[in-house]
């Protein structure tokens, strides 16, 4: 069988036709080139408005870079024509596999966009001897795409969450659909300001915005503000999970000072490396853990009190009825001002401040599961951080919209991966 008989299977173009395949050499290895010739009789396309033209003249021959075989690059050899159109003047005619003025050819460019799913970038530029550029350009490629193409339609659910990147300096807002029956990273800003978010707001438009039916976010002042001004009809539901991570925050504050405290009067160890113990939801510790966790409970410590208090605000999320709910909460909050532990009372007084938001949660009951936030949460910081090394924030984006984005791809005859 010939090369082109394969290459006329998985990549089949109306107006051109393969020719001669042979061996060259590039940059010392061995690689094969595909000779491209315009059907006899077809007229060449304006790349400008895409109509068939008379030709003007032919630019010298060009390599672009296809999906490589069996560890060779595969390269197509083409001499465009160029086109006298009337509209747009002198072009060079429209290439059905290329990609503006890339090297790559779209099916490469895709091929290594699936790749890098799967792989890092830098991974994927090893392996098939790219450059990370190229790689990075690819995936780009495949997110404009994806993004151009994507049905905004029957979002009704959004969550917004933050995350730190840059080793804290800078945060990125991101915004996700939590539907049940569809769940994706929608959009990607720099920051966590109110324009940040007036910003997602004018991207996703006003009529979109008017059906969103629940907002989930953490207790941030920017986010609030914004949220009431743009989607005031929409039930804001403040999210467990971030509510739950305050609380974390507080206890991690209260045991460093705690331990440091101890440690200044000589007393015994006994805070040392229980940052875990105290953070971990009971049902997650190990036997040892658990064993070491009793043995800390005996203890009166502002730790542990807190640690107690946490543990006992989970109640709060099982209620069924709002008014038993908000009961709770209150007393809750009154035992936790009386405590005298400051970062705990901070908490308790942000919570007391937001009360209409959080007992919001139980109107949303059973409509909204905020384990989604959190999930999509743990997926981007993975994310972050297996691009360590990106500088800048773009990159970032585009690499948060490509593994979370479940965004589109175009239909084609061949898959080449
Ligand atoms: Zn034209």
């Not at 539907?179 to 979109?208: A, N």
Request: proline share 4%.
């Amino acid at each position: 069988m010939l090369v082109k008989t394969i290459l006329n299977r998985v990549q089949k173009f109306k107006s051109f036709v393969y020719g001669a395949v042979r061996w060259v050499d590039h940059e010392g290895e061995p690689a094969l080139e595909v000779e491209l010739r315009a059907r006899a009789n077809s007229r060449p396309l304006c790349s400008g408005c895409g109509r068939a033209s008379p030709g003007y003249d032919r630019l010298p021959a060009r390599r672009f870079e296809f999906v490589p075989l069996w560890g060779l690059k595969v390269f197509f050899r083409y001499a465009p024509r160029r086109v006298d159109c009337p509209g747009c003047g002198v072009r060079v005619e429209h290439l059905p596999w290329a990609l503006g003025k890339r090297r790559l050819t779209q099916a490469c460019a895709w091929f290594l966009a699936r790749w890098a799913k799967r792989l890092s970038w830098k991974e994927v530029a090893e392996a098939f001897r790219m450059s990370w550029e190229a790689v990075f350009r690819s995936v780009e490629m495949a997110v404009a795409w994806g993004r151009a193409h994507q049905d905004l339609s029957g979002v009704e659910s959004i969550g917004v969450d933050e995350i730190q990147w840059q080793r804290g300096h800078r945060y990125l807002t991101l915004v996700y659909q939590i539907d049940s029956g569809c769940k994706r990273l929608l959009w990607v800003g720099e920051r966590r300001t109110v324009r940040t978010l007036l910003k997602f707001f004018r991207w996703f438009g006003r009529e979109r915005s008017a059906a969103l039916r629940f907002i989930c976010s953490d207790m941030w002042q920017p986010y609030l503000k914004v949220i009431a001004r743009k989607a005031g009809q929409a039930i804001h539901v403040l999210d467990r999970f971030h509510i739950m991570a305050h609380l974390g925050k507080a206890i991690d504050e209260v045991r460093s000072q705690e331990a440091k405290a101890l440690k200044a009067q000589g007393h015994d160890p006994v805070l040392t490396k229980t940052r875990w113990l105290l953070l971990k939801r009971p049902e997650h510790l190990t036997e040892n853990q658990e064993a070491r966790l009793a043995e800390l409970l005996q203890y009166n410590l502002k730790s542990v009190r807190s640690y107690l208090l946490k543990e006992e605000f989970q109640f709060f999320w099982t209620y069924k009825s709002p008014y038993w709910a908000g009961e709770f909460l209150e007393r809750w909050c009154k035992k936790i001002m009386r405590s005298k532990i400051e970062p705990m009372k901070k908490v308790a007084r942000m919570l007391r401040r937001h009360r209409p938001l959080l007992m919001n949660w139980f109107r949303a009951k059973g409509q909204l599961s905020s384990g989604v936030v959190e999930g999509f949460n743990t997926k981007a910081k993975l994310t972050v951080r297996k691009a360590f090394g990106f500088r800048t924030c773009h990159a970032m984006e585009i690499s948060l919209y490509h593994t979370l984005g479940a965004l589109p791809e175009p239909e084609s005859t061949h898959r080449f991966c």
